[in-house]
């Protein structure tokens, strides 16, 4: 289960070095390393990475406390748990691109997809 755990977090970060990307060739990295009070108005792809950091941010409190509880709690099945660990970092690691590049239907079919292997990691607690 750690291994999910820390290939969580790795996703997590890919998330929040991306958005970063995309500001810095448009502010420059004098800008960038300054105080920015204000940024820029974000552009479409820009927007979009922000959104999809957010967005794993909200879900990452989530995974991570069920995966804690499936190795603490002596009577979680701890391989159905890492079976939903390894959905919802599969499907985030799909879902990134497909938020980049705007996919409707799939992007949130692929959501579906990791929502359901917390589920997954929830009904192993039981």
């Known amino acids: 289960m750690v291994i999910w755990m820390l290939a969580a977090i790795a996703v997590y970060y890919a998330g929040v070095f991306l958005p970063p990307m995309f500001l810095l060739p448009k502010i ?21 990475a922000l959104r999809a950091q957010r967005n794993m941010a ?13 190795i603490v709690l002596p009577e ?10 390894a959905v919802f970092v599969l499907a985030r ?16 079919l692929v959501y579906g997809v990791g929502l359901t292997g917390q589920i997954v990691m929830a009904l192993a607690l039981l």
């Open 28 to 48: 420059g990295v004098a800008a960038y390393a300054g105080h920015r009070d204000q940024d820029p108005a974000p552009g479409l792809i820009h927007g979009r």
């Open 58 to 70: 909200e879900n990452l409190p989530v995974f991570l406390g069920l995966a804690l509880l499936s």
């Open 76 to 85: 979680a099945d701890i391989s159905l748990a890492i079976s939903g660990a």
């Open 93 to 108: 690691l799909v879902y990134l691109p497909l938020y980049l590049m705007a996919v409707p239907y799939l992007r949130s």
